[in-house]
């Protein structure tokens, strides 16, 4: 099936897992470190700077923001995880509401996990990975900013990245820049053609 990403639009937001739209559609829901470019991605693929909000300041996502993307699915935003100034209770609620959403039985058939290829994954990395690997969730790991390194510094934290982590699909790694559009096409065919293999 052919996805128009150009066609997302904002569906709304939530506070917590039953405030969240009715089951009827897949969602490919966003997980990553706060700052890591979350946010970015959705406008990138939209191709649309408007749509969802870049924090200036890290840790801004507090809700779970919802784009319906062609009529077809939704990419669900989730907070970012392990925002270090955010004060500890702010912390706790964030954790506890993405751990929520993963255990709701909401139908995530997919779950893109942004890690910034300049940074060693963080602890909360290594447990998302383990977390998804653990209850079979299906995932690409996106290396995001890749505009800040050259084409062989990336190629080399990519494997480095993959050697330290125990990431399953090494088939789904993808290396993109919001800022520079680079990557988007080979993700967004990715993204189709596993929600709607043709
Ligand atoms: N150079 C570069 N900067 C980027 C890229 N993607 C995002 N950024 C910057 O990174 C910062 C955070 O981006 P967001 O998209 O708001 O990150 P987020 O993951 O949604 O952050 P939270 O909502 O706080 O969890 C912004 O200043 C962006 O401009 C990229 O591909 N290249
Ligand atoms: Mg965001």
Known sequence: MNVQFRNISF????ADVSSCP?????????????????SSLVNAL???????????????????????VDNKFYFTDLPGYGYAKAPKEIQKTYSS????????G????????????????SKEDVQMIQYMNDHRLPYFTIFTKADKLSK???RKRILEIRDEMDIKDTAHCFAIS???????????QAISEYLFPS
């Open 152 to 154: 062989e510094q990336r």
């Open 22 to 38: 009715p089951s009827d559609r897949p969602e490919v829901v966003l997980s990553g470190k706060s700052n890591v470019g979350k």
């Open 11 to 14: 569906w709304g937001v939530a």
């Open 46 to 68: 939209a191709d649309n700077k408007k749509l969802a909000r870049v924090s200036s300041a890290p840790g801004k996502t507090r809700l779970v923001i919802y784009f319906d």
């Open 178 to 188: 919001a800022e520079k559009k680079e990557g988007l096409e080979d993700l967004r």
């Open 106 to 121: 909401r139908p995530i058939h997919l779950v893109l996990h942004l890690i910034d290829i300049r940074h060693r994954p």
């Open 97 to 104: 509401l993405v751990e929520q959403y993963f255990a709701s």
